[in-house]
Nanobody, 124 residues
């Protein structure tokens, strides 16, 4: 079993920045993809960013490209640096692990393990 824990959410004004962290632990394979998703009230969970096992490949949703940066400091920890935040970025942000593929995918159904989520609120 793999445990996934996010941290770093909070309340910030529009134009501000936040940094989310995610740690995976437990019976993790030697290489796996990690990603960030978000879900606002009344909306489906949507892909934000993903990173390959060796951090060589990153993928972003068009809505965050140029403002958010996903990074990985080892096999088990990833981060999401969020700059120039907008009110529409308000959502619960989830970290997820995909143990079956080597490149980040955008479909939430492809991910095997999920964190509990962390709230990000951007005020206007």
């Amino acid at each position: 079993q793999v445990q996934v824990v996010e941290s770093g959410g909070g309340l910030v004004q529009a134009g501000g920045s936040l940094r989310l962290s995610c740690a995976a632990s437990g019976r993790t394979p030697s290489a796996y993809v990690m990603g960030w998703f978000r879900q606002a009230p009344g909306n489906e969970r949507e892909f934000v960013a993903g990173i390959s096992s060796n951090a060589g490949v990153t993928t972003y949703a068009d809505s965050v490209k140029g403002r958010f940066t996903i990074s990985r400091d080892n096999a088990k920890n990833i981060y999401l640096q969020m700059n120039t935040l907008k009110p529409e970025d308000t959502a619960v942000y989830y970290c997820a692990v995909d143990v079956h593929y080597r490149l980040p995918r955008r479909d939430a159904n492809e991910y095997d393990y999920w964190g509990q989520g962390t709230q990000v609120t951007v005020s206007s």
